[in-house]
């Protein structure tokens, strides 16, 4: 990895503090941190142990703030047998989802590489299956995905309001009829009651919505 240019400014000053991390499925090495610079010059050699020449090394640009977060500047992905062992070339830095260029002037990063690997050993790992990627993309914040869940749990409070307040007006007496049958429930409710009933009122709960799906499966 020798350097970088045309960043983007991530900081104030016009400037930024970028390094770089190089990943090629689960393995994962980065470079130092080339403070208050768009040209940053890293000068570094990594070496991976490749499993699967048909894998993709991922190289992306960073920009490393005081408080030990990280903004994206830019990405580039290879693929191993598009390597051209010895070749110093300029790559262009794209944006997250590779479809276009990043930020900044024109962005791109120098690398040279060399891949060497055995014809047959590769034939043989490409029959069994692909090594599964176990680094996760970290979850960021989405504010209409906040939205419906708030709504969601808006709806649901107001569910257990609307039934707050039903049943205080059963024993408010606004209703005579509704306050008498609900008294009449509550008195054989604390007399008949067991513990074993409330799995089985969520039993019956259950079998309710499994007949009421099979009824719509049969006639639909």
Not at 159 to 183: H, P, T
Request: aromatic share 14%; hydrophobic share 45%; glycine share 4%.
């Amino acid at each position: 990895v020798y350097r970088a240019q045309g960043l983007a400014a991530a900081d104030l000053g016009g400037k930024s503090d970028p390094f770089c991390v190089l990943e090629l499925v689960n393995s994962r090495l980065q470079t130092q941190t080339e403070y208050k610079t768009l040209t940053p010059s890293w000068q570094k050699i990594f070496t991976f142990n490749v499993k699967d020449i048909n894998s993709v090394l991922e190289v992306t640009v960073y920009d490393e703030d005081r408080d030990h977060k990280v903004e994206f500047l830019g990405k580039v992905a290879i693929p191993l047998l598009k390597i051209r062992n010895g070749e110093k070339r300029w790559y262009a830095l794209k944006d997250k989802k590779l479809r276009g260029r990043a930020k900044g002037n024109c962005p791109q990063i120098l690398l040279e590489m060399t891949v060497i690997w055995n014809i047959f050993r590769a034939c043989v790992r490409t029959l069994n299956p692909k090594e599964k990627k176990y680094m996760e993309p970290e979850m960021k914040f989405k504010r209409q995905v906040f939205l419906r869940n708030v709504l969601r749990l808006k709806a649901i409070i107001v569910i257990f309001i609307d039934i707050g307040k039903y049943i205080q007006s059963c024993w408010e007496w606004e209703n005579k009829m509704r306050s008498v049958f609900a008294l009449v429930i509550f008195i054989l409710g604390c007399y008949y009651f067991e513990p074993y009933m409330i799995p089985g009122v969520a039993l019956l709960i259950l079998l309710k919505y499994y007949l009421v799906r099979r009824f719509c499966y049969w006639f639909y």
